[in-house]
Each structure stands twice: as C-alpha cells, then as structure tokens.
T-cell receptor, first 111, second 116 residues
C-alpha cells in the first residue's frame, strides 16, 4: 500500500537557523498537504500542493512539490520559537481516496 | 476554535467499560473522519464518513464502532478496549464529498483516551 516517509524524525535548531523537512511517497501523489501540530495540540492545515514542481511560500515557510509528484519539502527560514512543533506531510493518491500521513518531523527551537 | 468540537477531552476507562467519543462540526462540511494518534505511529485513519455514508474502514477492530447520525455529528463507541488502545483520538472534517476525500482537514482538539 501507499507509504509516506519523512526525514528527519527530529530536528533541534538554534533560533535563527533554517530548517528543512523532507517527505517521500512510495507512489505518485495527486496532491500533498502539510500540517503543523504544536505540543499538546492538534494538527492544523498549512498548505496544499497539487501541481508538479509547484512552489508556494507563506512568510518564512517555503513548500515544494517534486517534479515526479512523489516528494515534497518544507523549508523554514530563520526559525523562531513559535515554529516549535511536529510537521506532518500527507499525500493523496490519484484516485482521491487514499490519504496517508507521514510520521512527522518534530522541530525544537532553542532560544 | 477550529469549528470541530470533541468531547470529552480526556477519558479514562477500564477494559470492561463502554464509553463514547463525540465530535461535532460547525463548518457545513460533507465528510468526517476518525484518526488515532499514538506515540509510536503516524496518524492512522480509522473511519471516514461522506454524506453520512461510511466510505472507509481501515481494518479497525470491532471494539471500535462509529456512528454518523447526520453530517454534523460523529461518534466513536468504545467497548472492551485494550491498554494498547490508549491514544489521542482526533476527529476531522472536510468539504470533500464521495468523489474526492483529499481536501483540507479541519481537526478537533482530540480526546485523550487512557485504558487501564
């Protein structure tokens, strides 16, 4: 079945440093979504990417969808303590039915 | 406030108890979901309802029984659970209907379940 992997599992950065998490799917995706879950909180939708090679930006966050639509990345520039949390990617297959979450990357930001 | 409300927020139950988790969405969405989040596994989809019809049941043990009486309400009935069922149970909703279940998910704050 469809599998979605993320690396790294954990990342500790100093405030102000950049951070990137990578998401890889075993199958071609119709779309990919990113969610953020703060400690003790629930996942909150960040963005959805649909097109091959698509790049979207939200302030300090840059999201990218691979040309083959099997991988994606989230890059945070100049991290802040408010960026702390777990970042999940989730991908849907081309049939629009299977939607699988990756295991997440937990980000810690040291002040 | 996400528009998706879950109760109770915390639940402790014995293995012989019967309890229910409740989810209500105020967003006018067509699809509702139950996810399980445990410490060592990714978010696991348990059930999906689209327009009150169950469209997915991911090999979930029968001790978990979902109910969707209308498009705004979703229940998860629990009976004779095991300690390994202890987890955060998240309800979510989305605009998507039967044709496409990959729309943006709006999650509730979750029900933290502990089975003794």
């Amino acid at each position: 079945g469809q599998q979605v992997m993320q690396i790294p599992q954990y990342q500790h950065v100093q405030e102000g440093e950049d951070f990137t998490t990578y998401c890889n799917s075993s199958t071609t995706l119709s779309n990919i979504q990113w969610y953020k879950q703060r400690p003790g909180g629930h996942p909150v939708f960040l963005i959805q990417l649909v097109k091959s090679g698509e790049v979207k930006k939200q302030k300090r966050l840059t999201f990218q969808f691979g040309e083959a639509k099997k991988n994606s990345s989230l890059h945070i520039t100049a991290t802040q303590t408010t960026d702390v949390g777990t970042y999940f990617c989730a991908g849907g297959d081309n049939y629009g039915q299977n939607f699988v979450f990756g295991p997440g990357t937990r980000l810690s930001v040291l002040p | 406030e996400t528009g998706v409300t879950q109760t109770p927020r915390h639940l402790v139950m014995g293995m012989t108890n019967k309890k229910s988790l409740k989810c209500e969405q105020h967003l006018g969405h067509n699809a509702m979901y139950w996810y399980k989040q445990s410490a060592k596994k990714p978010l696991e989809l348990m059930f999906v309802y689209s327009l009150e019809e169950r469209v997915e049941n991911n090999s979930v043990p029968s001790r978990f029984s979902p109910e969707c009486p209308n498009s705004s309400h979703l229940f998860l009935h629990l009976h004779t659970l095991q300690p390994e069922d202890s987890a955060l149970y998240l309800c979510a909703s989305s605009r998507a209907g039967l044709a496409d279940l990959t729309g943006e998910l709006f999650f509730g704050e979750g029900s933290r379940l502990t089975v003794l």
